[in-house]
């Protein structure tokens, strides 16, 4: 079985957030830990990345919300090691009045195929990225896409607690690529 790494965005996600719910719930998970989660650098993000993934037995799992699924895809350009997938869940555009200004490194994530399978789990009403983005980076990636319906930026925020229906997809799309 996959190794899985849990990819915060901007702030880390707090105790309400299905990741740390999902984590809490798997002794397994690993949360990868930059220096800073409010004031987000690139380089160190991932840094941190390249760090937690190289000390996986497996080919991990990514498990991504917000800014760190631009974080996987400008990482994974330069990083060689294996991973087994990413589940990245609320892409934000880069280019939205929304998005962080102190985010700014992160915007023009590379285009083109990523090198793993993944899935992009999108909101129809995400304050931080309209569903059309999502279709269009799902798309330039190569990754399939999972419409999930109105529940915002599918954070803390959303009320969601530990996400059934999201883990559900998550162990879904773990199987399918366990192939």
Not at 106 to 126: C, E, H, I, Q
């Amino acid at each position: 079985m996959a190794d899985i790494i849990i990819l915060p965005g901007i702030g880390g996600s707090g105790e309400t957030h299905w990741q740390t719910h999902w984590e809490r719930a798997n002794p397994e998970a690993i949360r990868f830990q930059p220096k800073s989660w409010d004031k987000p650098d690139l380089a160190d993000w991932a840094a941190a990345l390249e760090q937690t993934v190289a000390a996986t037995k497996n080919a991990p799992l990514l498990v991504a919300h917000s800014l760190a699924c631009l974080l996987v895809v400008h990482w994974q350009r330069f990083s060689s090691l294996p991973v087994a997938g990413a589940f990245l869940v609320a892409v934000p555009d880069p280019q939205s009045e929304a998005f962080p200004a102190e985010a700014g490194a992160f915007t023009g994530p590379p285009k083109g195929r990523l090198r793993f399978p993944s899935l992009v789990v999108a909101s129809s009403n995400d304050p931080y990225g309209k569903i059309e983005h999502a279709r269009l980076r799902a798309a330039e990636w190569g990754s399939h896409i999972a419409e999930v319906g109105a529940l915002g930026h599918i954070n803390g925020g959303s009320g969601l607690e530990d996400w059934p229906s999201g883990f559900a997809l998550f162990q879904a799309f773990a199987k399918s690529i366990s192939k």
